[in-house]
């Protein structure tokens, strides 16, 4: 049958009609986070803690009374935890602007090594370089001479600018600022994820057979209950394997911390254990945070290193041992999936979106391996680990039985 010639045509209108269409919703989604962000965050609580409402429903229990009692159990283990930081991360705060002065002080001593980067000279020093000139200075005026000759008394010379410590400085009041303001926000958003999260926990049971009902086909009902309970088992895995290699890690580095010195070894292990749960992304933060604050702590140059590399070793020996072992076996996923998942929903969200970026990359995989339009999409998002065949081999005549053989491979 021949095709019209204004197929061609629509067929573009219709591409370029998605991609406006995709462009506008992620834009919509960026804008609608503060609406969004509980919702998503409760449905990933809701994977990981739904099978404790369900044992407990096993046991005769209600859900909405196992769905209460999971929540509160969750509260009583984080809300502690919160308030026993609360007095280290306010002092903290009432030192910060000691810390930035120290900071600067540093700042200076290593610009000054830098003739690029040399701050400009003080009024102290630039009287001092005009004394030893061999211009000749005018005589000092008394006094009782400037009195009587009714002149103005001197000005002070103006300080000179220092555009890089200006920037800094503009930036850091600008982020303090910044952190004060999302503080409210963020108390209102988990107080609401908290809110849905125990409606669905109390709910899950009946919405997932709702949706399972609604399906008419049963081959697509079978693939729909498949996919949203090995999602649930897939990323209550994972958090919970990472939640636990996590503290373990957290403690070891607030124990490192402690022994070199450091002030809050507590709350520098708290935050390392929760910056990790961001691949890549987090761990650097940690490191850069380490590194100021063990320049602001010590004087000394070689203790101000100290924290940074003993997080550096105790983040090395889990991500290169610990991690693989235990979560690389149960959970497969490509390197560059799961980077660019942290980037997308970090630009999306922020630190939000940077910390469900895995799960929800957990749930796109599991839809993609189960839908045949999307399962080569499924195979790169997993990362294949078996031996592929080379790219001459491709381009041999035996291309099309390696063709056949990739297929029965993805249907497996």
């Not at 810390?99 to 830098?114: E, G, K, P, Q, Y």
């Not at 004394?131 to 000092?140: D, E, H, K, L």
């Not at 933060?285 to 100290?306: C, E, H, P, Q, W």
């Amino acid at each position: 049958m021949a095709t019209t010639p204004l197929a061609a045509p629509a067929a573009r209108t219709s591409w370029a009609t998605r991609g406006l269409f995709i462009v506008a919703l992620i834009f919509a989604v960026r804008e609608a986070q503060p609406l969004l962000a509980p919702v998503l965050g409760a449905i990933v609580l809701t994977f990981v803690l739904a099978p404790l409402v369900r044992a407990l429903r096993r046991l005769g229990l209600p859900e909405v009374l196992g769905a209460a009692i999971v929540v509160l159990a969750l509260l009583g283990s984080t809300v502690p935890l919160a308030g026993s930081l609360a007095p280290s991360a306010a002092q903290w705060w009432d030192e910060l602007p000691v810390t930035l002065s120290r900071l600067m002080a540093h700042l200076d001593r290593v610009r000054s090594s830098v003739p690029a980067l040399a701050p400009p000279p003080s009024a102290g020093s630039a009287g001092a370089s005009g004394a030893t000139a061999s211009t000749p200075v005018a005589p000092p005026v008394s006094l009782a001479r400037r009195t009587a000759n009714l002149l103005p008394p001197a000005a002070p010379p103006p300080p000179p600018q220092d555009p890089i410590k200006d920037r800094l400085t503009n930036e850091g009041l600008a982020l303090g600022g910044k952190l004060l303001s999302s503080s409210l926000s963020f108390g209102v958003q988990m107080s609401a994820t908290v809110i849905l999260l125990y409606f669905l926990l109390a709910s899950e049971h009946w919405m997932l057979s709702r949706c399972v009902q609604a399906i008419p086909r049963r081959r697509t009902r079978a693939l729909l209950l498949g996919g949203v309970r090995a999602a649930q088992r897939e990323i209550g895995r994972f958090l919970v394997s990472l939640g636990i290699i996590n503290a373990a890690a957290g403690a070891l580095t607030g124990l490192a911390l402690w022994a070199i010195g450091l002030p809050n070894p507590t709350l520098w292990g708290v935050l390392a254990a929760a910056l990790c749960f961001i691949p890549y992304i987090g761990p650097l933060i940690v490191m850069a945070l380490l590194l100021l604050a063990g320049i602001t702590t010590f004087d000394d140059s070689g203790r101000m290193f100290l924290p940074l590399a003993a997080f550096v070793f105790i983040h090395a020996v889990e991500s290169n041992i610990f991690s693989p072992w235990i979560v690389g076996r149960r959970l497969a996923l490509s390197p560059i999936s799961v980077f660019l998942s942290v980037m997308f929903w970090g630009w999306l969200w922020g630190i939000t979106g940077a910390l469900i970026a895995v799960p929800v990359l957990i749930a796109v995989r599991n839809a993609c391996v189960r839908s045949r339009r999307l399962r080569l999409m499924g195979r790169f998002l997993e990362g294949d680990r078996r031996e592929l065949p080379s790219l001459p081999a491709l381009l041999s005549p035996r291309a099309d039985g390696l063709r056949r053989a990739i297929r029965v491979r993805s249907r497996d």
